[in-house]
């Protein structure tokens, strides 16, 4: 029983100097700088893309929006259509 208490303590001390020496590591990375290799007119160009990309995506979702509710739309007037042949009144 007191081996094992022994035992515990001993692994719980190697756990929290792992935790702490992982911390330390992680605080040491995030203060590094980022890359400044890269050049201003490299910079601007990737700033470029990155705005051309997002419009790109604006107008791909747009016209994805506008497609659905086409096809809701259509799909209502076909129930509805379909209901007022079959003599069956949807609307109250």
Same mark, same amino acid.
């Given at each position: 029983? =007191?081996?094992?208490?022994?035992?515990?303590?001993?692994?719980?001390?190697?756990?929290?100097?792992?935790?702490?020496?992982?911390?330390?590591?992680?605080?040491?990375?995030?203060?590094?700088?980022?890359?400044?290799?890269?050049?201003?007119?490299?910079?601007?160009?990737?700033?470029?893309?990155?705005?051309?990309?997002?419009?790109?995506?604006?107008?791909?979702?747009?016209?994805?929006?506008?497609?659905?509710?086409? =096809?809701? =739309?259509?799909?209502?007037?076909?129930?509805?259509?379909?209901?007022?042949?079959?003599?069956?009144?949807?609307?109250?």
């Amino acid at each position: 029983m =007191i081996r094992r208490s022994k035992e515990n303590r001993e692994a719980l001390k190697h756990r929290s100097n792992q935790m702490a020496a992982n911390k330390r590591k992680a605080q040491t990375k995030r203060t590094l700088s980022p890359n400044t290799n890269i050049s201003p007119k490299e910079l601007e160009r990737i700033k470029q893309n990155m705005e051309k990309r997002e419009s790109d995506e604006q107008r791909h979702l747009l016209f994805v929006q506008i497609l659905i509710g086409g =096809i809701i =739309i259509i799909l209502l007037l076909a129930i509805l259509v379909i209901s007022r042949l079959l003599g069956v009144s949807l609307l109250f």
